[in-house]
Nanobody
Framework: QVQLVESGGGLVQAGGSLRLSCAAS????????MGWYRQAPGKKRELVAV???????YYADSVKGRFTISRDNAENTVYLQLNSLKPEDTTVYYC?????????????WGQGTQVTVSS
């Protein structure tokens, strides 16, 4: 089992910044990928940014140049720096890790953190 604890959401004006954190604990040795998703009410959960199992980063087109994903492997923590925030970035952000045990991949999710951007 992997437990994820998120922090860092909040209310910010358009153009402002926030930094989200996600700390993993438990069976972290199985983690192969770490990333962030977001989900607005009534919409599908969408990928925001991720470190792939190969160590590469991927960003959704809507956040490229504004958001930056980073991680501290020693602390098993992944961060998401959100800059130049727009009202349309308002939603709940979820941390995700993919855990591989032999041939099985398991998804773990954080509890979600609300980001609200006022215009």
């Amino acid at each position: 089992q992997v437990q994820l604890v998120e922090s860092g959401g909040g209310l910010v004006q358009a153009g402002g910044s926030l930094r989200l954190s996600c700390a993993a604990s438990g069976d972290t040795i199985c983690i192969t990928a770490m990333g962030w998703y977001r989900q607005a009410p009534g919409k599908k959960r969408e990928l925001v940014a991720v470190f792939t199992s190969g160590g590469n980063t991927y960003y959704a087109d809507s956040v490229k140049g504004r958001f930056t994903i980073s991680r501290d492997n020693a602390e098993n923590t992944v961060y998401l720096q959100l800059n130049s925030l727009k009202p349309e970035d308002t939603t709940v952000y979820y941390c995700n890790v993919v855990c591989q045990r032999e041939l099985t991949l398991l998804d773990y999710w954080g509890q979600g953190t609300q980001v609200t951007v006022s215009s």
